[in-house]
């Protein structure tokens, strides 16, 4: 968030948040006795990525006036599918007033919760003017799930104007090294090499390494990081798609796919790929009855 005296003293907090190291960025917040509202917002966000949304619901009451209530909101629609549509208008309605006059997290959670809805146009009139790092971040996320890798060029410029250095910088950097693709591929698992070897392993910079590889059809050193992955968490969401996708690319075994797909549609039942799945499996059924076969009878019937 906002940098200054006070926050650079949650530097290792930010780093283990922005690499998907949760609860070591938990364990640093409750190292620091002294109070503060980014330690918290860092903390709550990390139970809210570990999907403990309990803890952020019991511990941020519907009557918190400070920022922290986006986050108690963050965690209603991620639990509670009944409740997205109402917490989407409340937000609608928040951003109609002067945005700048808003904490910077309230502009973040609105931002991840379109980004969520899959309406990147308004998640993007939010988040326009606004230069905090992870702002322009979620800003490159948007221009990239529209395919506009040229103006997400733009905001990586603007990104290392105002940090190269930053983590946040380098994995935008290397997110962007991913959908350009071909030789800048390589530069995008440096990049996460460089971040393993700076913090730590996660999931998150090791399933980047696992992308970067499939898109240079290196699928024997994706699967063996893949392999990792699931040994750490064999349910996480991301590795659950990368080896759906490289399961695809290889061809080896369709009963793998089968097996991933059927994980992910039990498991992960509100993730964006179940939604489009579940769209289009009934588009599909919809189809056949609509131009399948009027008779049902069987050949032997008919050949009768």
């Known amino acids: 968030m906002n940098r200054n005296n006070e926050v650079s003293e949650l530097i290792d907090v930010e780093n283990a948040f922005y690499i998907g190291n949760y609860q070591t960025c938990i364990n640093e917040c409750n190292k620091l006795s002294k109070p503060s509202l980014e330690k918290d917002i860092f903390m709550y966000r990390s139970y809210i990525a570990q999907h403990k949304y309990r803890v952020v619901l019991d511990e941020i009451k519907a009557t918190n006036d400070t920022p922290l209530l986006a986050l108690r909101y963050l965690a209603e629609y991620m639990s509670n599918s009944g409740r997205k549509e109402a917490i989407v208008s409340m937000f609608d309605e928040k951003f109609q007033g002067d945005i700048n006059e808003l904490h910077v997290v309230w502009i973040i959670v609105g931002a991840i919760i379109y980004c969520n809805e899959e309406t990147y146009e308004t998640a993007m009139k939010v988040l326009v003017g606004n230069f905090n790092l992870e702002c322009l971040s979620l800003h490159m996320h948007c221009l990239l799930k529209m395919a506009r890798v040229d103006l997400a060029k733009q905001v990586a410029t603007t990104m290392q104007e105002k940090d190269d250095d930053a983590t946040l910088t380098q994995l935008s950097q290397a997110w962007l090294n991913i959908q350009i693709g071909g030789e800048k591929l390589q530069d995008a698992f440096f990049i996460f090499q460089d971040l393993c070897d700076k913090f730590s392993p996660t ?8 992308v970067c590889y499939i898109g240079q ?6 699967e063996q990081v893949l392999r990792e992955c699931l040994n750490r968490d064999p349910n996480n969401y991301d590795t659950l798609i990368n080896l759906l996708a490289l399961s695809q690319q290889r061809d080896k075994n369709s009963s793998q796919f089968s097996r991933y797909l059927a994980q992910i549609l039990d498991d992960h039942k509100g993730s964006s790929l ?3 799945y579940n769209k289009r499996q009934a ?9 399948g076969p009027s008779n049902t009878k069987a050949i032997d019937e008919i050949v009768a």
């Open 203 to 210: 999931l998150l910079l090791l399933n980047g390494q696992a």
């Open 217 to 222: 059809q290196k699928y024997d050193d994706a």
């Open 274 to 276: 179940v939604s489009a």
């Open 283 to 291: 588009e599909f059924d919809r189809l056949v009855l609509q131009f």
